[in-house]
């Protein structure tokens, strides 16, 4: 008996916000107790911001539609579509969308992504 080397994600876990924003983990902690990395689809509605936080894990993301803004470490940097970064952990860093329309991107974090290292700041 054979078992498959691949899984398809047909129903990545819509993590519950309040801020109007749409993720959903295709892979990772909430998903499928993947510590390792995570692999999220992100839509930030027109002026979504997130607080200042430090993680503990490496983020890359992929712009698929609009822009976002990201200030690393005081320096602001806006990236559009078709363009992606990876943030190196243990930087301060603050995401947003203060544009008119939808920012639609592809998130990864190595480790994975989970409350517990993110280090969010208070507002």
């Avoid at 309040?18 to 499928?32: P, S, W, Y």
């Avoid at 969308?97 to 507002?123: G, K, Q, T, W």
């Amino acid at each position: 008996m054979s078992s498959k080397k691949y899984h398809i994600q047909k129903s990545p876990f819509v993590v519950p916000t309040t801020d109007g924003k749409l993720i959903e983990e295709h892979f990772g902690n909430a998903t499928d107790g993947n510590s390792g990395i995570s692999i999220a689809h992100m839509i930030a509605p027109p002026k979504w911001s997130e607080p200042f936080q430090t993680p503990e894990f490496d983020e890359y993301t992929y712009i698929i539609k609009g822009k976002k803004q990201f200030i690393i470490e005081g320096e602001t940097i806006v990236l559009e579509a078709g363009q992606s970064i990876k943030i190196e952990k243990n930087t301060r860093i603050q995401y947003s969308n203060p544009f008119d329309e939808d920012c639609e991107y592809i998130a990864i974090c190595l480790p994975a992504f989970s409350m517990d290292l993110v280090h969010r700041e208070d507002n």
